[in-house]
C-alpha cells in the first residue's frame, strides 16, 4: 500500500463519451433502468474498481448503489458503493507513497504522508453513512435541478484513519480560528471554475468522530471514492467527506467560496423547507442527516407471497441512533413494531424486520417509519427546498399479495 499506484486507465477513457463499456463478468446485469420519474433511463455501467453501477453522469462520475445492495448486510461493499464527483478531472494516476496533506493556517504547518497517519497518530475505526445531500432528488416535486438520483446515493462503510481533532493540535490552533477548509485533488477542465472547497465549524472539527480515513471495510478506499485518504464527518452529509484529500487550512473567517456561499445551502427556516413559490428567504449550508427507514426486500409495485413473509430493511439518522422502526400495512393508519439487528454504532445503518400475515389476492400499501435516540420521528410530508435536499419522508410501497 505505501508504495500503491492507481492508474485510472479504465476511469480515464470511463469519462469519455465512447467509453461507457461494461465489465466482462457483468453479464446478468442489466445494460440499462428506467427510474420512476421523468428522464429516467439509466445505463449499468462498471468502472476501476466497481461492479456494475446505475451512472448518472460520466463526467464527472456520478454512479448509484442498486438499492438491491442493501438488502444484503449493513456494510455497503466498496465495489457498489456510490460515486459522486463535483469536478470532471480526477487524477489518472496516485502514488500514495508521494501523496501529501498540506497542513497551513495554523502555528506550524504540516506535510502528512499516508505512512505519518499511520505511525504517528492513534488509529480508530467507525461505521458510518455517507449520503449524498441530494440523495432521492429525483423523487422531488416540483422537480428541482442535480443529479437525479433514486434512493441509492449511499452506503455505510467502517473507516479506519486518524482523528482530525488530532492533526490539528499537532499543527496548533491560532486564536481566532473559526473554521477548518477541505479541498481535494479533483479539478476542472475551466480554470475559472472555482475548486472544490468545504469548510467545516471549528466545533465540528474538532469532534472525535471525524477522521482522515485511509481504509474503507478493511480495504484501501477505492479510487472513486476518495484512494489515497478522504475526509469521513459521520452524521453529515456527504458534500464535506473531501476525496483525494490534499489540503487542510485552518481560516480565521467564515469560508465564502462558491461552494459554501452559494451552493449546497438550505432555507433557513423553522423546518429548511419552502413552498416553491417563496422567493428571498435566508440559506444556510447544509448541515447534518435526518432520520430515515427504507424497506430492502420489497418495491414499490412489487409482490408479496401470501402466508407469513418477513419484511426487512434499513434506517439511520445523524448521530444518536435508532430506538425503533415501525411497519405500517395499511399505508399509515396503523403501526406494527418491529425487530432491530445488532447495533454497529449511532452512525450507522441499523438493520430491522418483521413478519406480516397475509392473504393472497390483496393489494396493501406498506410504510416504514424510523425514531431516532433524540426522539425524532419521520414525517409524512417531505419538505421541499430548492436544491433538492432533506428528503427523509416515510417511504411507502404498493404491493400486491399472491
Not at 508504495?3 to 470511463?14: C, E, K, P, Y
Not at 488509529?123 to 442535480?146: D, E, K, L, Y
Not at 477505492?222 to 452524521?235: K, S
Not at 423553522?270 to 413552498?275: A, C, D, Q, S
Request: aromatic letters at 8%; hydrophobic letters at 40%.
Amino acid at each position: 500500500m505505501a508504495s500503491r499506484s492507481i492508474f485510472l486507465g479504465g476511469v480515464a477513457g470511463a469519462l469519455g463519451a465512447a467509453a461507457i463499456g461494461r465489465a466482462a463478468n457483468a453479464a446478468a446485469e442489466p445494460a440499462s433502468i428506467v427510474a420512476p420519474f421523468e428522464n429516467g433511463y439509466r445505463p449499468v455501467v462498471a468502472l476501476a474498481q466497481k461492479r456494475p453501477l446505475i451512472m448518472l453522469s460520466p463526467r464527472p462520475p456520478l454512479l448509484e448503489t442498486p438499492f438491491s445492495v442493501f438488502d444484503r448486510g449493513i456494510l455497503t461493499p466498496n465495489d457498489a458503493f456510490f460515486v459522486r464527483w463535483h469536478l470532471s478531472m480526477i487524477p489518472e494516476k496516485i502514488d500514495a507513497s508521494a501523496h501529501r496533506i498540506a497542513v497551513t493556517g495554523t502555528e506550524r504547518t504540516l506535510s502528512l504522508s499516508l505512512a505519518n497517519l499511520k505511525n504517528d497518530y492513534e488509529q480508530v475505526t467507525i461505521v458510518a453513512v455517507n449520503q449524498c445531500s441530494g440523495n432521492s432528488r429525483g423523487f422531488f416535486g416540483p422537480r428541482v435541478a442535480g443529479g437525479q438520483w433514486q434512493n441509492g446515493a449511499m452506503g455505510n462503510a467502517r473507516w479506519k484513519g486518524v482523528r482530525l481533532r488530532d492533526v490539528l493540535a499537532k499543527a496548533g490552533l491560532k486564536a481566532g480560528t473559526k473554521q477548518i477548509q477541505f479541498q481535494g485533488l479533483e479539478r476542472a477542465p475551466i480554470t475559472s471554475t472555482p475548486l472544490f472547497r468545504k469548510s467545516l465549524d471549528l466545533d465540528v472539527a474538532q469532534n472525535e468522530n471525524v477522521i482522515i480515513a485511509y481504509e474503507m471495510n478493511g480495504a484501501p478506499l477505492p479510487v472513486l471514492n476518495g484512494f489515497p485518504v478522504r475526509l469521513v464527518v459521520p452524521g453529515y452529509f456527504s458534500t464535506y467527506w473531501t476525496k483525494m484529500l490534499a489540503h487542510i487550512r485552518a481560516l480565521d473567517t467564515v469560508d465564502d467560496n462558491f461552494w459554501m456561499k452559494t451552493a449546497y445551502r438550505i432555507p433557513d427556516t423553522p423546518n429548511n423547507g419552502v413552498l416553491p413559490t417563496d422567493k428571498g428567504f435566508p440559506t444556510i449550508p447544509i448541515g447534518p442527516m435526518r432520520v430515515r427507514s427504507f424497506a430492502t426486500n420489497i418495491i414499490d409495485g412489487g409482490t408479496l407471497a401470501a402466508g407469513n413473509p418477513e419484511i426487512r430493511g434499513i434506517a439511520f439518522d445523524n448521530g444518536s441512533g435508532i430506538a425503533k422502526v415501525e411497519l405500517s400495512a395499511d399505508g399509515g393508519t396503523t403501526w406494527l413494531p418491529t425487530t432491530l439487528d445488532a447495533d454497529a454504532g449511532p452512525f450507522s445503518f441499523r438493520r430491522w424486520s418483521t413478519r406480516l400475515d397475509l392473504v393472497p389476492s390483496r393489494s396493501l400499501v406498506i410504510a416504514c417509519r424510523a425514531t431516532s435516540n433524540a426522539g425524532v420521528v419521520q414525517p409524512v410530508e417531505p419538505v421541499w427546498t430548492p436544491g433538492g435536499y432533506l428528503k427523509n419522508n416515510i417511504e411507502t410501497y404498493k404491493v400486491t399479495v399472491a
